[in-house]
């Protein structure tokens, strides 16, 4: 079929447009992808003049010190607010003389306004805890007593520790003296003995020889009877134990493979430490914030934002609460006013924050005080077994404000101008401000890291760790600080 060249004109303008429009919608998509992985807007200044460990992440692929080694160390896994710190060698690996480890190190990453200040107290693993959810366990009759084995398909041979040799009743071994067993880079593996014995799993009933070794802290479930027991035709999920601290089976494996529960945890905190477990905000005696004006500055008042109808009363009533607990005092004029911003808690409650980014801000010098890096956090943890981990609840609140400074932090509201007596979040010299505070706090102390408000004790066994928290205690207590 002919065409005339206006038809031929008015079909290539048509597929111009519709290449233009593509083009457009792909530059949308884009801009929405990056939206997607900044944080949120509270917090955009702040990440600009302070490196988080988020920014930090994007060019550090892996940190390697002796006994603890962290992997997926990235942007994603700190906007989920987790840092896996792995032990160092991995499924059939042994260590000499070194214990391995494994903790769940939570939130590293600066708080956004939603989530500042909300957790209490937060003990994520207590023991070395080498990974169990992630490497494959499962529990082998041998002799009818069930032993707890890692799967490892890479070894030939089925090695066992002397402490599950002996709490089968140390049967007699045979010399292994001609038999050389190595870990994955070569490292020789230095073995007790052998035995034979019956083992069995499920339906499967057959007898093999088990190697017992000095140094293994972990049971593996080697290739050969990995065969024998029919396990490679069986998905992996189907075979695993469930290993739980509470576990009452009668599992032989590894004393050191147990973790004491968070719940647990934090009773003996509460317990022991019920004056810095207080639910009373606390009053930093020994420091206070101040702020200073660029010398160009000039006040900026803005004016109150509307506030929905529906959170009128939980408005008016944590205002009201703020004022009785000190934090903040009603004033009749200011030069400086931020409008006020309702942020609604996890737990449903209202936060009340000034947005500063509307002037004030941009009016102050920055606190010049360097955050911790992720070098400086990883070799306190170095060595760790034993972590705990507290997060100061309405942390920059138990931080005052010095005299001439108070002015600067007005927040404007529908009932009226209020004058912060306490550090607010939002205030971009906060974040330095509050961590010089705290290094101060814990300076001398060994085993104790501070990240802003969260702060991680580590020991080296559940004795040394317990022995930190009595001079951290101390100091939390002259300093009159609390978390609860």
């Not at 805890?129 to 992630?134: A, F, H, K, T, V």
Request: net charge negative; charged share 20%.
């Amino acid at each position: 079929m002919a065409h005339s060249k206006a038809d031929l004109q008015s079909i290539l303008a048509t597929q111009q447009q519709t290449l233009q429009q593509f083009a457009q919608l792909q530059e949308q998509f884009a801009e929405t992808l990056q939206r997607l992985s900044l944080s949120q807007a509270s917090t955009e200044k702040m990440v600009r003049s302070h490196p988080t460990l988020d920014t930090l992440a994007a060019s550090i692929s892996e940190f390697d010190y002796g006994t603890l080694e962290a992997f997926s160390l990235s942007a994603i896994a700190h906007q989920t607010n987790s840092l896996l710190v792995s032990p160092r060698r991995l499924a059939g690996s042994v260590e000499h003389g070194t214990t391995l480890a494994s903790a769940l190190i939570s939130r590293m990453s600066v708080p956004d306004v939603e989530t500042w200040g909300t957790k209490k107290v937060s003990v994520h693993l207590l023991k070395p805890y080498p990974l169990l959810r992630e490497k494959r366990h499962i529990s082998v009759n041998i002799e009818k007593k069930a032993v707890t084995f890692q799967i490892d398909t890479g070894s030939d041979r089925t090695i066992i520790s002397v402490q599950t040799w002996k709490q089968l009743g140390s049967p007699p071994l045979s010399d292994t003296s001609s038999v050389r067993a190595t870990t994955y880079n070569g490292d020789t593996i230095p073995l007790r003995g052998s035995f034979r014995c019956a083992y069995s799993f499920g339906t499967h009933s057959v007898s093999g020889t088990c190697y017992v070794s000095d140094i293994s802290s972990n049971n593996l479930l080697g290739a050969e009877w990995i065969f024998k027991l029919g396990l490679y035709d069986q998905p992996l999920n189907n075979l695993q134990s469930d290993l739980q601290p509470e576990d009452e089976r009668a599992l032989i494996c590894s004393p050191e493979i147990h973790a004491l529960s968070a719940s647990n945890a934090r009773e003996y905190v509460y317990r022991r430490y019920p004056e810095i477990c207080s639910d009373s905000l606390g009053h930093c005696k020994f420091a206070k914030a101040s702020l200073r004006l660029r010398p160009d500055a000039q006040p900026v008042f803005r004016p109150k934002r509307p506030v929905p109808y529906a959170v009128v009363p939980l408005v008016e009533a944590e205002l009201d609460r703020l004022e009785k607990l000190g934090v903040i005092s009603k004033v009749n004029y200011s030069a400086w006013a931020a409008p006020l911003v309702a942020v609604r808690k996890r737990d449903g409650r209202l936060r009340l924050c000034a947005d500063f980014s509307t002037g004030l801000n941009d009016a102050l010098e920055m606190h010049q005080y360097p955050l911790p890096t992720p070098e400086d956090i990883f070799s306190t943890l170095n060595g760790g077994t034993v972590f705990s981990q507290i997060d100061f609840s309405d942390a920059y609140l138990q931080i005052e404000v010095s005299e001439e400074s108070r002015e600067l932090l007005t927040l404007n509201t529908h009932c009226g101008l209020y004058r912060y007596n306490r550090l607010p979040f939002g205030v971009k010299s906060a974040p330095g401000i509050f961590q010089q505070i705290m290094d101060t706090l814990i300076a001398g102390l060994h085993g104790v890291v501070a990240y802003l408000d969260d702060v991680t004790v580590v020991g080296k066994t559940e004795e040394a760790h317990n022995g930190i928290w009595t001079p951290f205690s101390k100091e939390l207590r002259n300093w009159d600080f609390t978390f609860g």
